[in-house]
Every structure is written in C-alpha cells, then in structure tokens.
C-alpha cells in the first residue's frame, strides 16, 4: 500500500537557524509532492509543488526553498528561520485524483 | 482568484444527530474535483469525502454525504448518526483539473460533538 511519511514532528529553532523537513512516500512511483503550511486559525497555504526529480514550483516568495533529491523524497529547508516562519507543515502527494497528507511537522521559531 | 469559503467558523451537535457543514466556492473552470478533509487535534489532514464535478452524482462515504450544487457552486457535507470521534476542524477545497492537483481549501469549520 502507498504510505507518506514526514518528520520530524516537532521542531524548535531559534530565529536565524537553518530547517530541514523531510517527506518520503512509499509504494509509489514518479508521484506529485506538495509542501503545506497552516498557520495559527487558517486553512492550508501551498508553498511548493514538485511533479519530478528536481523541478521544483514555488507559490508564494518566501524564506524557504524545497528540494527533490530523490523520486519519493521532498525536502523543505530554510537556510536562516524567522519567527513567522512557525506553524505546522504538511507534506502532501496526489494519486487516482485525490490528495492525501502526511501526519504534519510543528515547528516553533523561538 | 479562486477562493473557497466556509461561512460557519463552528458548529456543533448532539450525539447521534445530523449536521449539516456549508461550503461555496468560486471557479470559471468547469472540470474540478471537491473535497473535504478532517483535522482532529492530533493535526493530521485525513480525507473524508471526494466529488467529482462532472458527476451529478452526490457522493457518499458511510455516514458522510455531500450535497454538490455546480450552477450555485456549493458543496456542503451532512453528517449523519454523529459520534463523539467526529468532533474535529472540517476543511473544505477543490483542485482545477490541469493544475497540478493545488488544492485550495477554506478556512475550516470546527465541528464539536456534544454527549
């Protein structure tokens, strides 16, 4: 079965430090991986979309960047965080025309 | 733009009854795919329900059902036989078709469930 793994859960950085999420999915070949980010009280943000190795969509200007080194493996990085960079990231990857998410990494800028 | 809105910030429900979740949404396009996710306190976006567009259909899953409106844009989820587990934030979006599957969702409706 196709599953989607993300960590860590938790994170605390001090403001000016770097970040590394990662997200790795199974069972599957050549998927669409996402990057999302819920701030306090809101929906979901899109920051990043990846269709393959490599080739990398951004969606909105900010202090983070996202890689795809590997087929099923995404990774969200920040080479220096801010404090508005906090809130919880979702990894995501879309099959049979429906998107599913991993189990979320909370992330706390101090 | 495309926007979704969920024009009930929280609801709530006794045990066993039905509830009805709102949610309209703004696109030109005529091939999309709707959806709603639930996030319990452990904050993992899982999956309740999918529609196609191009169904007329109204999908259901178990106790979940949707009621899809195309030409007034809305796609409100009902809630049937509720239960204590069901208490959680309630998202509502959809993807255009060609677009890479970008989701854009609503800004949640918090459902609780009353004993």
């Known amino acids: 079965s196709q599953t989607i793994h993300q960590w860590p859960a938790t994170l605390v950085q001090p403001v000016g430090s770097p970040l590394s999420l990662e997200c790795t999915v199974e069972g599957t070949s050549n998927p669409n991986l996402y990057w999302y980010r819920q701030a306090a009280g809101r929906g979901l943000q899109l920051l990043f979309y990846s269709v393959g190795i490599g080739q990398i969509s951004s969606e909105v200007p900010q202090n983070l960047s996202a890689s795809r080194p590997q087929d099923r493996q995404f990774i969200l990085s920040s080479k220096k965080l801010l404090l508005s960079d906090s809130g919880f990231y979702l990894c995501a990857w879309s099959v049979d025309n429906t998107i599913y998410f991993g189990e979320g990494s909370w992330l706390t800028v101090v | 733009a495309q926007t979704v809105t969920q024009s009930q910030p929280e609801m709530s429900v006794q045990e066993a009854e039905t509830v009805t979740l709102s949610c309209t949404y703004d696109?030109?396009?005529?091939?999309?795919?709707l959806f709603w996710y639930k996030q319990p306190p452990s904050r993992q976006m899982i999956l309740v329900i999918r529609?196609?567009?191009?169904?007329?259909q109204n999908a259901t899953e178990n106790r979940f059902s949707v009621n899809f409106q195309k030409a007034a844009k809305s796609f409100s989820l009902k809630i049937s036989d509720s239960q204590l587990g069901d208490a959680a934030m309630y998202f509502c979006?959809?993807?255009?078709?060609?677009?890479?599957?970008?989701?854009?969702f609503g800004k949640g409706t918090l459902l609780t469930v009353n004993p």
């Open positions: 979006a959809y993807y255009v078709e060609g677009s890479n599957y970008k989701l854009t």
């Open positions: 696109t030109s396009e005529s091939d999309y795919y």
């Open positions: 529609q196609e567009a191009y169904k007329q």
